[in-house]
């Protein structure tokens, strides 16, 4: 229990608070001529005076308003002399300890071009730092570095749950959702979270100042080609001049066409593969299953001109019907397709294909795919099994 007393200035500024049931947490305040806080001094109020102080604060205020200096001082010795930079729409940078002043540098806050805060001082570490992510609506979803990465649910309200970790952060009630692992929060706000689970990397580059965007920064292709995985992976299979059917792994294969059906595929100029389709005209294009990766690792990564990489991989294979090809026996499925046309395209060559007779496994198994640069491959989850 505690019963407060304030006084006011003529602009109706609270100049003292006395805590007259507890000794020790009497306050007084100071303006400057624009009614802004410049200072508080806490200690024990005695005839409008502040003895025995325990903690003052003292703000220097640029003409916007912005902390240009806070100081703090325990006991009347200084404890926290700060310098702070703003950017031109008044959002605070570099948090420093002023020359010659006392305490240490507070790690740099970071925006992102929405406003954000992307990056802030860690709470209880204040020279270290967190990262915190937003979504499309700039509702925080994730704190990273709490020691770990905390993410948040949001229900249809935008309420957020939170994790045991991040009381002193955030300090509302709610439901612990924590993916330290960094996958998809579960809950009922998931459907905020668009495409599938991602571990967040971090590397947003810096912001403009005074530019506000939505979520599209510019970034090298390089990087932000590698974000298409997962992509299927098929295998397309030709015979050479030799009379051998030779595999090749191929990511960049698409449908082309309903009437007639048609698939394309993209081959570079440096496979043994492109004279091989040349030359017989025909390819088949198979989908292999998750369980054939070290043959689709073999076929991508050996060439025909040096082997027979089916024969290596011992891959079961059967007789095409409608062209000069074999299928893969234990593929999802099997196209067997008539070369219509070929488009050179960079260090590539397109060559479309009409599809003449296609196979399918009647477990259907479930396709492999590339997840990740560097022929990282997998299966994937498949809730939609017919
Ligand atoms: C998962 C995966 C996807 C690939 N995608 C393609 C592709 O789309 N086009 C291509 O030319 N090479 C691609 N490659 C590389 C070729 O498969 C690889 O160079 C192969 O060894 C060429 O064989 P060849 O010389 O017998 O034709 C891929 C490799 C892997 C492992």
Redesign the pocket.
Known sequence: MGRFQYACDANSNRTQRDLSLTGGLDELYTYDDLNRLTSMQRGTLSGGAIGSETRQEDWGLDALGNWETYDVEVNNAAFLEQERDHNDVNEVGVIDIKPEGTGTDWADVVHDDRGNMTTIPKPTSLSASLTCVYDAWNRLVAVVGFPDSIWFSLDGAGRRGRSAEDTFLLGRPGTAVARPDGRRPHGPGRGVFRGRPRRYTGGRPEPRHGRRLLMQTEAPYTEAINLKYP?P??VAIAKDAQGKY????????MCTSFKPPMLA????L?????E?VRSAGAFVVAMPSEDQEAD??L???????DMD?LGAAGTKTVPAERIDCVLLDDAVANFECRVAGELRTGD?VIFAGEVVRSTMNPEKPNR?Y?VGAG?I?GGLPRKWKR
Do not use: Q
Not at 265 to 268: N, R
């Open positions: 992509e992976v098929v030779n595999p090749i792994s191929l990511g960049w294969c595929i993209s081959i570079g440096t496979r043994y593969s492109l091989a689709v690792m076929f991508g990564t050996k060439s025909g001109r990489k590539h492999l590339t022929h491959m």
